[in-house]
């Protein structure tokens, strides 16, 4: 059973609409107009027209995705940059959406996950405790060397 072609208009407007709900980068539309059965010659022509009419931007969705990973999620820079690397968004644009994440806040943030997780491990004794909450903040994306320090901090107390 074939489905029916899309016209390069129909296409068009349905990548319209995906693209102003919400930020996508250019391997997402480029997956969806293939999931659309788009010939590969309209492709290129729908991004363009899609970039040129400021509904992609790869900037903007770089910045809304690590903003979003962050404040919503607390992932760390190494985590934000593996999946933005993933998506095959552009190192420049990777570099300016690690920017906007002030470092003091970061710090904080990861002083209090490192509280919370070593909190929860109760029943372990310090070393192995220290050990996940060290691999919990690592697996959430935070950089080895800076949880090595804050954990060393914390645990201190």
Known sequence: MYKKQLSKEQA?????????????????VKEKLYSLGVWKKDQDEIISTLI?????????????????????KHWGRV???????QKQ???YCIKKALKQIEEEEYLTVLRKLAEERYASL???Q??????????HLMARGFETELVR?????????
Do not use: P
């Open 12 to 28: 068009l407007q349905k990548l319209k609409h995906y693209c102003a709900y919400q930020e996508r980068c250019h391997s997402e």
């Open 52 to 72: 040129e009419e400021n509904y992609l931007n790869e900037e903007r969705f770089a910045l809304a995705f690590a903003g979003g990973k962050w404040r919503v």
């Open 79 to 85: 985590k934000i940059k593996y999946e933005l690397k």
């Open 89 to 91: 968004v552009s190192d």
């Open 122 to 124: 109760k029943s372990d």
């Open 126 to 135: 310090y070393l192995v405790r220290k050990k996940k909450t060290m691999d």
């Open 149 to 157: 320090q804050v954990v060393e901090k914390e645990m201190k107390k």
